[in-house]
């Protein structure tokens, strides 16, 4: 079972930016494909960016974040990123990363894919 732990969330401002961190605890981190997710009160968990493939050369965006949200990782501190900028109130929601060991394949937004679920960290953007 993979670890997983967020960092990053807070407060911001309509237009602001956060960066999200996603720590795994895994040996095998190279193997692994990372994605970002979110969900606010009253809403269904939505997946927000997804990195896979070899050396995380492939990448998914929902449409909502797409241009504004970018996912990366460091192999070297096991770690996956989300940069958000350009960030709206309608972004503010419980972002969530997951993994799945997809040895270099993809994986893409399905959650039902991923099987290790961090506890989340909060996003509030006001207007």
């Known amino acids: 079972q993979v670890q997983l732990r967020e960092s990053g969330g807070g407060s911001v401002q309509s237009g602001g930016s956060l960066r999200l961190s996603c720590a795994a605890s895994d040996d095998s981190y190279s193997t692994l494909c990372i994605g970002w997710f979110r969900q606010s009160p009253g809403k269904e968990r939505e997946g927000v960016a997804a990195?896979?493939?070899?050396?995380?050369?492939?990448?998914y965006y929902a449409d909502s974040v797409k241009g504004r949200f970018t996912i990366s990782q460091d192999n070297t501190r096991d770690t996956a990123y989300l940069q958000m900028n350009q960030l709206k109130p309608d972004d503010s929601a419980m972002y969530y990363c997951?993994?799945?060991?997809?040895?270099?394949?993809?994986?893409?937004?399905?959650?039902?894919?991923?099987?290790?679920w961090g506890q989340g960290t909060q996003v509030t953007v006001s207007s």
């Open positions: 997951a993994a799945v060991r997809c040895f270099g394949e993809s994986i893409g937004l399905a959650a039902s894919q991923y099987t290790d």
């Open positions: 990195i896979g493939g070899i050396g995380g050369s492939i990448t």
